[in-house]
């Protein structure tokens, strides 16, 4: 009796981990919610992601097999979708959006995306994550994001699109690489936009616009071969940045609500280093950043209390200030000072 009884424990142990394979049936039971299985060979599973989509319920798991799934699909339901073996989706309509997400506490990982007008399109929701991904080929961004709030994309793969981002907040940005890619934002707020990789773009590769962009954060990440390294107007903290071989490494213009800090940045072998535009106000820091290799370390226009503090030049070995030289009114010769320049780079990744 007691031989059954250990046959019988083992035996339901065994059933939860026999639905790994291609092999599983449409649907099975699970504590989070049912786990729907698209692809495969698995008696009744579906055939399309939307039809999944389609039958199940707030908290569900859809697990989707390799292959090229040819759709436009729009989840409405609270969902999690995980890609196995990076399957396509491919739009079918070229003028819609590859996936379109209206609903919150949604995940999508592990899926290759194209031929969209986006490749994900995030409206007015919340609590969202896009990661492992692969975008390309879609008509205008990899990600649509508008009025969306604490999303997080991680570890994805960018190539020859982008992020576009108005109106959102608490964005988690991190871990992903771009290829002629970039990140635009407007009207953005505290956002984190870290340990990114960018690499020969046409443009800018991080973008922030809009004096109402306020408390972001971009940090520790790589900026190589673009027109622009950084783009900022609003306040934020800019810092830990490797922005090398761009035409311009960081860019700021315009009236800043809140401050903006700069800070041990390495800016190196740029056509400029930092270039700043009609800023008006004392409300610019920049200070402990590596100038090494440019062409022009730093330049301004009409922008009369920016405060340049400890910030190393390769070109000013002296413990003297640093003239730093720009023009007022747009064409009259003007110079501010870095007060106090170090003479050796700051090698903040040592502290």
């Known amino acids: 009796m007691k031989k059954i009884a250990v046959l019988a424990v083992a035996f339901l142990l065994f059933i939860p981990f026999a639905s790994i394979n291609g092999n599983n049936v449409a649907l099975t039971n699970s504590t989070n919610g049912n786990v729907l299985y698209v ?5 009744n599973n579906y055939t399309s992601i939307q039809e999944a989509i389609n039958d199940a319920e707030d908290g569900d798991t859809i697990i989707v097999y390799p292959g090229i799934y040819v759709e436009n699909i729009v ?7 995980i890609g196995t073996g990076y399957p396509i989706i491919e739009a079918e309509n070229r003028s819609r959006d590859a996936v379109k997400i209206i609903s919150s506490n949604c995940a999508i990982e592990g899926f290759k995306i194209t031929n969209g007008q986006n490749g994900i399109k995030m409206i007015d929701c919340v609590n969202n994550n896009i990661k492992n991904c692969s975008f390309y080929g879609n008509n205008y961004s990899a990600l649509y994001l508008k009025n969306v709030y604490n999303v997080f994309v991680t570890n994805n793969i ?3 699109e982008g992020i576009y981002m108005k109106e959102c907040g608490n964005l988690a940005i991190s871990n ?3 290829t002629n890619g970039e990140i635009f934002g407007e009207k953005v707020y505290e956002t984190k936009i870290t340990h990114n990789a960018f690499f020969n773009g046409e443009y800018t590769a991080i973008d922030i616009q809009n004096p109402s962009s306020h408390d972001n954060e971009i940090s520790h ?6 027109n622009t390294g950084i783009s900022i107007q609003g306040s934020a903290h800019v810092y830990h940045n490797d922005i090398v071989s761009n035409s311009r490494g960081i860019w700021c213009f315009g009236e800043i609500y809140g401050k903006l800090l700069i800070y041990e940045n390495n800016l190196s072998n740029n056509g400029i280093g930092i270039d700043l535009m009609d800023i008006p106000f004392d409300n610019v820091k920049i200070t402990k950043n590596n100038f090494i290799g440019n062409e022009i370390h730093a330049g301004f226009i009409d922008s ?8 190393y030049w390769d070109n000013w070995c002296i413990s003297l200030p640093k003239p730093i030289f720009g023009r007022i009114f747009w064409f009259i010769p003007w110079i501010q000072f870095d007060w106090h320049p170090l003479t050796q780079p700051y090698e903040w990744w040592k502290e």
């Open 158 to 160: 960018f190539s020859n």
């Open 221 to 226: 990440n790589q900026i190589k071969f673009f």
């Open 75 to 81: 989840i409405y339901r609270e969902l999690k979708i």
């Open 39 to 43: 692809g495969g060979s698995g008696l």
């Open 304 to 311: 009369y209390f920016v405060l340049w503090y400890s910030n």
């Open 176 to 178: 992903n690489n771009f």
